[in-house]
């Protein structure tokens, strides 16, 4: 089993910026790809950024320029830097952890408020 627990979120205005950060623990043996996905209210969750442990990474259009994410294998960690925020970036973020690319563990969302 596999433990995460984000951290980082909040308010912040339009053009504003924030850093998520997400703690893995358990056994971290056969994780490759750790990502953070993003789900507003009514909407699915939708994925935001991947990075795998390789370092290649993985950006949804609307994230391509503003986010960016880091992950460092020794801490087992992953995060993301989020700059020039829209209304439209506020939801709950997700961190994720997957053997491929399929989330298999998920934790319990940060949320992000972005006001106009």
């Known amino acids: 089993q596999v433990q995460l627990v984000e951290s980082g979120g909040g308010w912040v205005q339009t053009g504003g910026s924030l850093k998520l950060s997400c703690a893995a623990t358990?056994?971290?043996?056969?994780?490759?790809?750790m990502g953070w996905y993003r789900q507003a209210p009514g909407q699915q969750r939708d994925l935001v950024a991947t990075?795998?442990?390789?370092?290649?990474?993985k950006y949804a259009d609307f994230a391509k320029g503003r986010f960016t994410i880091s992950r460092d294998n020794a801490k087992n960690t992953v995060s993301l830097r989020m700059n020039n925020l829209r209304p439209d970036d506020s939801a709950v973020y997700y961190c994720?952890?997957?053997?491929?690319?399929?989330?298999?563990?998920w934790g319990q969302g940060t949320q992000v408020t972005v006001s106009s």
């Open positions: 990075i795998r442990s390789s370092n290649i990474t």
């Open positions: 994720a952890a997957a053997h491929l690319i399929t989330p298999n563990y």
């Open positions: 358990g056994d971290m043996v056969g994780i490759n790809t």
